[in-house]
């Protein structure tokens, strides 16, 4: 199984976005993870089409757009033409999902369903075999550098059975809390997209934090 390794660049410091890009390149980042809020869905406020458009300047690795907002489906065209690689949804505000789903792929991107911890799996049981991504938060969202909960351990685990047992091939992505103590045990779980924020920028060298990361999950293969 592939190790994607994904920096959230919330933590990353957007007076030197371009430096901060070139170093989760330089350390082989897979994906890059940008978080969209919208002071409504979660208790914060990120950033939209402009900044996705300045990422998809700086580098061309997948960028996977995680869409933390109420009627998501108002972001998708520009998203799309901002240069998302993928979007991912919350179940908990698409009371539409397949249609959600379908319109993502339609406008040629990758397309994600994720999962809050108090959300049960059954929210995205009928359509997981048509998703590309299915993301377990790991933490309420809406900041980074929180504590993970454990729950999302179990909860990767039921996840990756309802892929394999849907024949489907989603990536299977947690997302929050993300570090040397916590990665390996989501691996083992079933997780093969790692979204990392805090652990990355904050880290005495940030592209070597990378490459650690992959290798705690290499390690336990
Ligand atoms: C939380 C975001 C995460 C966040 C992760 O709402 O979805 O992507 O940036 O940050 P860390 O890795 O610091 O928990
Ligand atoms: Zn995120």
New binding site residues.
Partial sequence: MPVRIAP?I??ADFARLGDEIAMCEAGGADWI?V?VMDGRF?PNLTFGAKVIETVRKLTDLPIDV?L?VVEPENYFESFAKAGATGMTIHTEVAPHLDRQIARIKELGCLAGAVVNPATPLSAVEEVVGQLDLLLIMS?N??????SFIPNAIDRLRRARRMIDGAGGGAALEV????NRATIADCWRAGADTF?????IFSAPDPAAEIGALRALCRQTA
């Fill in positions: 959230s919330l933590s993870h978080d979660v995680h933390m933490v969202p809406g900041f980074g550098g929180q997302d929050g809390g993300i979204v990392a924020g805090n652990a």
